[in-house]
């Protein structure tokens, strides 16, 4: 007995509450910090009271054991003292039992959300490495350009201009099946000028490059191509020199702010041929009138180094565009 009262000496005055841990509910049905019922006379009567918590024995769910102190300490063993002692401890377990029911069956959140942070990252990081850049238009500037690669007229097109640019099919906004423009950084002239032709294609019919083909011939490279690349200073265009490229493209499509900002960048183009505002009227009638012998004559075709001899056959299909080549 005195092993047994200076052990309960030593524990704490007050323990924290947790019902699911003590073996007294106590007369609130809260818990007490009493470890075992100790009935002060007669053990089997109900009423009796224990000696150190003065609770009735039904509250407990521990007795003592007759035959000296060995029972409180088997008790004591049994419901982890040394533990119960530890605040850490008492802590722990309030806090496991009380998250057990938000975390879905055990399923720890801060592991979810770690995920999905990880997954939302993953994908901003793939989207920053992606070569593929969005254009809001396409526009192929039918105004020519002289011997010196200069163009003939060099105002930048209105907003009503563009307007009418694409009722005659020499502007876009979007590409033929509904999606945004875009354009990879690391094609070359080759995979550019396929692009190019793909998105100025009309649905049925010829387009302004099926005029061009059929009028001065298909070109063999950039040297000697229907366009040249063409950049904005202001309210004026000029020939952009240098290698044509993704990355040119990028360089030349312009600035612009706000919310959809890559709405506002153009891709421009100047047509080394002025083509005739009627001409442009109705491609399938122009690309009949080339391909039936008619000479068909623009405004440059006094430059001496141009070839005005038909050298096309009528519209011919558009090899379709594929952008996963290089």
């Not at 300490?73 to 998250?99: C, F, H, M, P, W």
């Not at 063409?230 to 702010?257: M, Q, Y």
């Not at 009227?281 to 623009?298: C, L």
């Amino acid at each position: 007995m005195i092993a047994d009262y200076k052990l309960r000496k030593t524990l704490p005055r007050r323990l924290p509450r947790l019902q699911s841990t003590m073996p007294c509910a106590g007369k609130d049905g809260q818990g007490c910090n009493c470890l075992v019922f100790n009935a002060k006379e007669d053990k089997e009567d109900p009423s009796v009271k224990c000696a150190g918590c003065k609770h009735r024995k039904k509250y407990h769910t521990v007795t003592a054991p007759s035959g000296g102190g060995g029972g409180l300490s088997n008790v004591l063993a049994q419901y982890d003292i040394a533990r119960l002692q530890t605040k850490k401890g008492l802590e722990e377990n309030a806090r496991n039992e009380t998250n057990r029911g938000f975390r879905g069956g055990g399923k720890d959140k801060s592991v979810d959300l770690k995920g999905k942070t990880a997954k939302a990252g993953s994908s901003k990081m793939s989207a920053k490495n992606s070569t593929m850049v969005k254009i809001g238009s396409i526009q192929l500037i039918a105004v020519g350009v002289d011997a010196d690669n200069k163009p003939l007229i060099d105002k930048c097109p209105t907003t009503q201009e563009v307007e009418e640019m694409v009722d005659r099919g020499l502007a876009v906004y979007r590409a033929p099946d509904g999606d945004d423009l875009e354009v990879d950084l690391k094609w070359n002239f080759a995979r550019i000028d396929a692009w190019i032709r793909a998105m100025l294609k009309p649905k049925s019919g010829c387009g302004v490059f099926d005029f061009l083909d059929a009028r001065y011939g298909v070109p063999e490279g950039e040297r000697d191509s229907h366009w040249v690349l063409a950049a904005k200073n202001s309210r004026k265009v000029f020939v952009k020199r240098g290698p044509i490229n993704g990355e040119l493209l990028d360089t030349v499509k312009g600035t612009a702010s706000g919310h959809r900002k890559y709405k506002e960048h153009t891709v421009r183009i100047l047509s080394r041929h002025r083509i005739p505002f009627t001409i442009t009227k109705d491609w399938n009638d122009a690309v009949h009138r080339v391909t039936s012998g008619e000479e068909v004559k623009s405004e440059s075709e006094s430059d001496p180094k141009r070839n005005s001899k038909p050298k096309g056959k009528g519209c011919k299909s558009q090899v379709p565009l594929n952008r996963t080549e290089p």
